[in-house]
């Protein structure tokens, strides 16, 4: 059986198959990549930050090998970051950084990838109760810690070194207290050899820290309790001679700076 197809209907499926086409062709497939960072920008500077993402990614293939690459790698991290991608943007700063060991932006890389997880880190900054800081608040706090400690370590002349190496003393101090208030849980609870573990962790783990002034005196309390007697003493002329004037200490918060467009120039 022979179907017939008339002239309108093909005319028809013609036109549908044309605007078909015309919808999917890439708007941005005859731009230059001028042009690409300058509507990138434009969505950056809009905080568009979705919208940006995928103009980065065009940019960073179209220029490739080149310094707007390399940038373009960048603003997609941060443009990631804002849009609450943390881990992608983690993923984007880590191969930036594989694929250009050597670039001038790697310092911007490294505080970057330590601000997102210092940022990502609500729990760690507020001790309602002992659940406060969960397991990956600890690993994101300690991740960004490190992020923090290569920057200062390989870049210490950077303009993000300072402002990293505060959010690092903050960090030390935020985890001590963070032992410490654990600590101070238990032994309220009457769990006084789980309240010796954690304030020796915060002893151990985070020498210099405010915190540990409360954490001897726990440490020393609870051994008060168990009836033992010589860690007590020990303990008590441990904590005279590390803090005379006594005093305890948490972590202050380091000023926020708006952090952007600062790259390498």
């Not at 654990?182 to 820290?209: F, L, T």
Request: include cysteine; proline fraction near 4%.
């Amino acid at each position: 059986m022979r179907i017939h197809t008339s002239p309108l209907l093909c005319g028809a499926l013609a036109l549908v198959l044309a605007a078909c086409s015309s919808t999917s062709k890439d708007r941005t497939e005859n731009w230059s990549a001028d042009r690409l960072y300058s509507e990138a920008r434009g969505e950056l500077n809009s905080a568009n930050f979705e919208k940006a993402v995928p103009l980065l990614e065009r940019l960073e293939g179209r220029a490739a090998g080149t310094t707007l690459a390399q940038q373009a790698q960048i603003d997609k991290a941060y443009a990631q970051y804002k849009d609450g991608k943390g881990a992608e943007a983690i993923a984007t700063l880590d191969r930036f950084m594989q694929l250009h060991p050597t670039s001038e932006a790697v310092d911007y890389a490294l505080y970057l990838k330590g601000l997102i997880n210092f940022s990502d880190n609500p729990g760690l900054f507020s001790w309602l109760s002992p659940q406060d800081l969960s397991e990956r608040d600890q690993r994101a706090a300690k991740e960004s810690f490190e992020a923090f400690k290569e920057l200062t370590d390989r870049y210490p002349q950077s303009r993000y070194a300072p402002d990293a190496a505060q959010r690092m003393l903050y960090i030390v101090n935020a985890l001590a207290a963070y032992e410490v208030h654990v600590a101070r849980y238990y032994y309220s609870r009457g769990a006084y050899v789980a309240a010796i573990n954690r304030a020796q962790m915060a002893i151990g783990d985070y020498k210099e820290a405010p915190a540990l002034a409360e954490a001897l005196e726990i440490l020393e309390k609870s051994y008060d309790k168990l009836g033992m007697t010589d860690l007590r003493d020990d303990t008590r002329r441990v904590r005279q001679a590390s803090f005379p004037q006594g005093g305890q200490g948490g972590a202050a918060a380091p000023e926020a700076k708006p952090a952007w467009w600062k790259f390498w120039k």
